[in-house]
Nanobody, 122 residues
Framework: QLQLVESGGGLVQPGGSMKLSCGPS????????IGWFRQAPGKGREKVSC????????YYAESVKDRFTISRDNGKNTVYLQMNSLKPEDTAVYYC???????????????WGSGTQVTVSS
């Protein structure tokens, strides 16, 4: 079981910025590739971004490319998602998970956390 905890969400205006954090529970995050996913009410879970173990390679969904930046600080055991130029359609619960980097899909041993709510509204 690989459990992660998300934080940093909240209410932000369109065009604003927000930074999310992801930390592990009981393991060393630097050993794993990590991804961010999101789910809006009534919608399926959407792939957002993934990062490999060292941070040297990243993936972004077309909908967030050039607006979001994924990064990691393995010394702090944390992965981040910097979100800029936010749009109302970015509103969702955001989750992080251990992933298979090349496919940016959840690892079979991933245990989903509760996520953090991001609301983009005027």
């Amino acid at each position: 079981q690989l459990q992660l905890v998300e934080s940093g969400g909240g209410l932000v205006q369109p065009g604003g910025s927000m930074k999310l954090s992801c930390g592990p529970s009981g393991f060393t995050l630097g050993h794993y590739a990590i991804g961010w996913f999101r789910q809006a009410p009534g919608k399926g879970r959407e792939k957002v971004s993934c990062i490999n173990t060292t941070g040297g390679n990243t993936y972004y969904a077309e909908s967030v490319k050039d607006r979001f930046t994924i990064s990691r600080d393995n010394g702090k055991n944390t992965v981040y998602l910097q979100m800029n130029s936010l749009k109302p359609e970015d509103t969702a619960v955001y989750y992080c998970a251990v992933v298979l980097f090349r496919l940016c899909v959840p690892d079979s041993n991933t245990s989903w956390g509760s996520g953090t709510q991001v609301t983009v509204s005027s």
